[in-house]
C-alpha cells in the first residue's frame, strides 16, 4: 500500500463509518415511529418472558446500592455505636436523637435506601447518631429512653 494512501484511506473509512452509523440511527428511529406499537410489543413480551431475570438483577443492585450507601453512611457518622462502640457496619442504626423520627419515615417513605441516599445527598446533617440495633431498641423500649449499658456507667 502507498504511504500516502494510509491516513487518507483510514480518514475516509472513518467518515465512511460515521456516515453509516447516523444512517443507522435515522433507519432505527424511522423504524421505531412507523411501528410504535409493535416496538413496544416486543419489548413488552421481552420483558415478560425475563421477569425473573430482570428482577432478580434489580433486587442484586438494590441491594448492593443499599450495602454502599449504608457504609458511607456508617462511615460519615463515625462508624460505631455512640453507646456501646461496636463498629460493625451491619449491626449500626440510624438513631434520631430528636425523635422525629416519624417526619422523617414519612419524608422517605419507611425506606432505609431513601434515607440513606438523602442523608449522603445533604452531606451528613446533624440529627442523627449511630446505635447498634440493639442499643436503639433499648433505648426506644425503655421508659427513660436510655440503654442498660449507660446505666452502669
Ligand atoms: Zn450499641
Ligand atoms: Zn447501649
Not at 502507498?2 to 460515521?18: D, L, S, V
Not at 413488552?44 to 458511607?72: D, T, V
Request: positive net charge; contains cysteine.
Amino acid at each position: 500500500m502507498p504511504q500516502k494512501w494510509k491516513g487518507g484511506r483510514n480518514a475516509a473509512q472513518k467518515r465512511y463509518n460515521e456516515k453509516n452509523r447516523e444512517k443507522r440511527n435515522a433507519k432505527k428511529r424511522e423504524y421505531y415511529q412507523n411501528n410504535r406499537d409493535k416496538v413496544r410489543e416486543s419489548q413488552k413480551k421481552y420483558i415478560e418472558a425475563n421477569m425473573e431475570k430482570i428482577l432478580a438483577y434489580n433486587s442484586n443492585w438494590q441491594r448492593k446500592k443499599r450495602a454502599e450507601y449504608r457504609e458511607s453512611v456508617v462511615t460519615g457518622y463515625g462508624h460505631a455505636c455512640i453507646c456501646c462502640g461496636i463498629s460493625e457496619t451491619l449491626f449500626l442504626e440510624i438513631h434520631h436523637p430528636n425523635g422525629d423520627g416519624k417526619a422523617d419515615r414519612k419524608r422517605t417513605g419507611g425506606n432505609s435506601y431513601t434515607l440513606y441516599k438523602w442523608i449522603i445527598e445533604n452531606n451528613f446533617p446533624s440529627g442523627y447518631e449511630l446505635l447498634c440495633a440493639n442499643c436503639h431498641r433499648a433505648i426506644h423500649q425503655s421508659e427513660n429512653g436510655i440503654c442498660p449499658h449507660m446505666k452502669n456507667l
